[in-house]
């Protein structure tokens, strides 16, 4: 069965500290992966995603993820952050084949202090 | 263009009562999802539309969970009756094809207390 492991449940981080969120999935076959994130009060919203081709993908808001398919991750990385990235980050993921549901980990609650 | 709508954004019941959530998505959006967050876990998937079709609904976790898309428009999902596990955040997504990579576009979520 697929599983999606995120490493750290709360990271509190000073701005301008770079940022990486680790994301581990387990499954056999080819994977869709995404990063969503959720601000405060606000809908979840896809970060990032990868299918196919460059495992080096760049998102919104100055985040990228690399897909490392030796270690079945897809780390989140942002060089510097500020208190605007303050959110809760989930890491999911798809078989290339499936009808699109997506297995997600137990999320990353990001505080960034000001 | 108009995101992903549900109702109500809060629900409070006691146990043994019944609810229904209600997700409106994207016009055009074939496929519906709807997922659940228990408090302090992972966001699960629940079932899969397509169109007013059951596609997938091996997450559905029994048979108190009753969903419907009548008309491939607007889903609702009632829970009857409810039970104190049933608490958590319910999401609605969608998006227009069946493609895995395709991006889901995802609700507010309403959140249920049962007590």
């Known amino acids: 069965a697929q599983s999606v492991s995120q490493h750290n449940h709360h990271v509190i981080l000073s701005e301008a500290a770079s940022l990486e969120l680790g994301c581990n999935y387990s499954?056999?076959?080819?994977?869709?992966l995404f990063w969503y994130v959720q601000y405060p009060g606000q809908h979840l919203q896809l970060l990032l995603k990868?299918?196919?081709?460059?495992?080096l993908v760049k998102g919104i808001k100055g985040f990228e993820a690399e897909f490392i398919k030796s270690k079945f991750s897809f780390n989140l990385r942002k060089p510097s952050v500020q208190w605007s990235d303050t959110a809760e980050y989930f890491c999911?993921?798809?078989?290339?084949?499936?009808?699109?549901?997506?297995?997600f980990g137990q999320g990353t609650t990001l505080q960034v202090k000001p | 263009e108009a995101g992903v709508t549900q109702f109500p954004s809060h629900s409070v019941i006691e146990k043994g009562q019944t609810v229904t959530l209600r997700c409106d998505p994207i016009?055009?959006?074939?496929?519906l999802y709807w997922y659940r967050r228990v408090m302090g876990k992972e966001i699960k998937f629940l079932l899969h539309?397509?169109?007013?079709?059951?596609?997938?609904e091996s997450g559905m976790p029994n048979n108190r969970f009753l969903a419907e898309r009548t008309g491939g428009t607007y889903s609702t999902l009632k829970v009857q009756p409810a039970e104190l596990e049933d608490s958590g955040v319910y999401f609605c997504?969608?998006?227009?094809?069946?493609?895995?990579?395709?991006?889901?576009?995802f609700g507010p979520g309403t959140r249920l207390l049962v007590l």
């Open positions: 997504a969608s998006k227009p094809t069946i493609q895995g990579f395709e991006t889901q576009y």
């Open positions: 499954y056999g076959g080819t994977v869709n």
């Open positions: 990868y299918f196919s081709g460059d495992p």
């Open positions: 999911a993921v798809n078989a290339r084949l499936s009808t699109g549901k997506l297995i």
């Open positions: 016009s055009g959006h074939d496929n």
């Open positions: 539309f397509v169109k007013e079709s059951k596609q997938d």
